[in-house]
């Protein structure tokens, strides 16, 4: 599996935009960019994901590098409510033979008040 | 409920004890995979459902885990003579899709072995 690397944790103040980073530089063409985060005592929940274009939901927009060595999970105002651990997962979608997502350590992400 | 329920939440258990911990996955979700996260740890991949077919078992870390699927819904993984370093969070999780989309998972089971 195309590995990922994350910064161990993060702050952020309440209400402000929160730029979580993540390194792939051995991803491959068909590479998805899969982010999860897990809040204290819960399964993990997905976020969003993307393969070339920048993409944005209703939680959060993914920010993909041109040469998709990198991408950057934007939540444009943290609540205290988006502490959690967000792990960053490289899948290929492409064929439907790789059906696993490999969670790493991820960031762990404080909201402060 | 329209998420993936799993149960029980929590179980203690003697060491060398038995255990079953039970899946119910999204109505329609294809795929479903269980993973364990110990203490303070990642999620690490135990094995993975396509309908009632398990074709990746590699994650089972011995013998004494086992799981099946029954109907293409429900799985249950038993853990057979429970050891301390058994004691973790189960993790369920179920897509519509394998290969592709998004993975729902459960709250998790508690175990803790004593």
């Known amino acids: 599996d195309a590995k990922t690397t994350q910064p161990n944790s993060m702050e952020s103040n309440e209400e402000e935009p929160v730029h979580l980073p993540c390194n792939h530089s051995t991803i491959s063409g068909t590479d998805y960019i899969h982010w999860y985060r897990q809040l204290p005592s819960q399964g993990p929940e997905y976020v969003i994901h993307?393969?070339?274009s920048n993409v944005n939901n209703r939680m959060a927009s993914l920010a993909i590098a041109e040469d998709r060595k990198s991408s950057t999970l934007i939540l444009h105002r943290a609540t205290l409510r988006d502490a959690a651990v967000y792990y960053c997962?490289?899948?290929?979608?492409?064929?439907?033979?790789?059906?696993?997502?490999?969670f790493g350590k991820g960031t762990l992400l404080t909201v402060n008040p | 409920g329209a998420g993936v329920s799993q149960s029980p939440s929590n179980k203690v258990t003697e060491k060398g004890k038995d255990v079953e911990l039970r899946c119910d996955p999204i109505s329609g979700h294809t795929a479903l995979y269980w993973y364990r996260q110990s203490l303070g740890q990642g999620l690490e991949f135990l094995i993975y459902?396509?309908?009632?077919?398990?074709?990746?078992k590699s994650g089972l870390p011995s013998d004494r885990f086992s799981a099946e699927r029954t109907g293409g819904s429900v799985s249950t993984l038993t853990i057979q003579r429970t050891q301390q370093e058994d004691s973790a969070v189960y993790l369920c999780a179920s897509s519509f899709q394998t290969g592709t989309g998004e993975l729902f998972f459960g709250e998790g089971s508690r175990l803790t072995v004593l």
């Open positions: 459902f396509q309908g009632n077919s398990a074709p990746d």
């Open positions: 993307g393969l070339t």
């Open positions: 997962i490289l899948r290929d979608d492409s064929g439907g033979s790789n059906y696993k997502l490999t």
